[in-house]
């Protein structure tokens, strides 16, 4: 498996060094549009904090920068909710016990900005790409209170961090109809170290399920696998080539 600054070095050797023979019929610069899921792996002490992978969804848009040649740029946000706790307790609440269900759980915002570079390797409707980003990881942590009888619910962020963070991305685009494409992806993904809270098999719930997380200190390091639907548009309606 490449390291991240491996696939992010190969991306920026071929793009500056790159004389590349794509070609359009059109002088407009295309756009990608990009809805993906995905399954989220964490690795290392990320992966100890939250063994089982979650899921992540995936907004992002690119622009061609130049007609001579197929970089885009682009930026992208994905969220993540997982590390999740639930408990019902019984609480004194207007002088009488009503049963309180919580849940807490850990939210993961990825904002970035990158490059994208197709190179000219395309196989009919198959158009593989490369991707470099640079960006930022926020992982906040929620804990929801509904009183059950009375219907009523709010909900708190406890505890919150932003770190630089930055990925490397592999990924195939197949082309479906005219201007839609299934878009499959494989990212490797890490951050400078941050402080988050995570789920302790070991502590009891006293008054709520936040009694059950503690804080660590760690990169956020991931495999991303995603599955998606890409649209591509210029300035051109019938969408030709």
Same mark, same amino acid.
């Given at each position: 498996?490449?390291?991240?600054?491996?696939? @992010?070095? =190969?991306?920026?050797?071929?793009? *500056?060094?790159?004389?590349?023979? +794509?070609?359009?019929?059109?002088?407009?610069?295309?756009?990608?549009?990009?809805?993906?899921?995905?399954?989220?792996?964490?690795?290392? &002490?990320?992966?100890?904090?939250?063994?089982?992978?979650?899921?992540?969804?995936?907004?992002?848009?690119?622009?061609?920068?130049?007609?001579?040649?197929?970089?885009?740029?682009? @930026?992208?946000?994905?969220?993540?909710?997982?590390?999740?706790? #639930?408990?019902?307790?019984?609480?004194? *609440?207007?002088?009488?016990?009503?049963?309180?269900?919580?849940?807490? #759980?850990?939210?993961?915002?990825?904002?970035?900005?990158?490059?994208?570079?197709?190179?000219?390797?395309?196989?009919?409707?198959? #158009?593989? #790409? *490369?991707?470099?980003?640079?960006?930022?990881?926020? =992982?906040?942590?929620?804990?929801?209170?509904?009183?059950?009888?009375?219907?009523?619910?709010?909900?708190?962020?406890? /505890?919150?961090?932003?770190?630089?963070?930055?990925?490397?991305? *592999?990924?195939?685009? @197949?082309?479906?109809?005219?201007?839609? +494409?299934?878009?499959?992806? +494989?990212?490797?993904?890490?951050?400078?170290?941050?402080?988050?809270? +995570?789920?302790?098999?070991?502590?009891?719930?006293?008054?709520? &399920?936040?009694?059950?997380?503690?804080?660590?200190?760690?990169?956020?390091?991931?495999?991303? /696998?995603? =599955?998606? =639907?890409?649209?591509?548009?210029?300035?051109?309606?019938?969408?030709?080539?």
């Amino acid at each position: 498996m490449l390291k991240i600054h491996k696939i @992010i070095g =190969i991306f920026l050797l071929v793009w *500056i060094t790159s004389a590349t023979g +794509y070609a359009q019929d059109t002088s407009a610069k295309f756009n990608f549009l990009d809805f993906s899921v995905g399954l989220v792996s964490p690795q290392r &002490t990320f992966g100890k904090s939250f063994g089982d992978g979650f899921f992540n969804l995936d907004l992002a848009y690119h622009r061609q920068i130049s007609l001579e040649k197929p970089v885009f740029w682009g @930026i992208g946000i994905g969220y993540s909710k997982f590390g999740s706790v #639930y408990g019902t307790f019984e609480e004194t *609440i207007d002088l009488s016990f009503e049963e309180v269900s919580y849940s807490t #759980y850990n939210n993961l915002v990825n904002f970035r900005g990158g490059f994208r570079y197709y190179p000219d390797l395309f196989f009919g409707r198959f #158009y593989p #790409y *490369i991707e470099g980003e640079l960006g930022g990881a926020w =992982i906040f942590t929620t804990t929801d209170r509904t009183i059950t009888a009375l219907e009523t619910s709010e909900s708190d962020i406890n /505890f919150g961090r932003i770190a630089p963070s930055m990925g490397g991305t *592999i990924g195939l685009n @197949i082309e479906i109809v005219d201007s839609w +494409y299934l878009s499959l992806g +494989y990212t490797i993904f890490k951050s400078l170290p941050i402080r988050y809270l +995570y789920p302790d098999d070991n502590a009891v719930q006293l008054d709520s &399920t936040l009694d059950v997380f503690k804080e660590r200190r760690s990169t956020v390091d991931a495999n991303i /696998f995603r =599955i998606g =639907i890409t649209m591509r548009w210029d300035r051109y309606t019938n969408f030709e080539e």
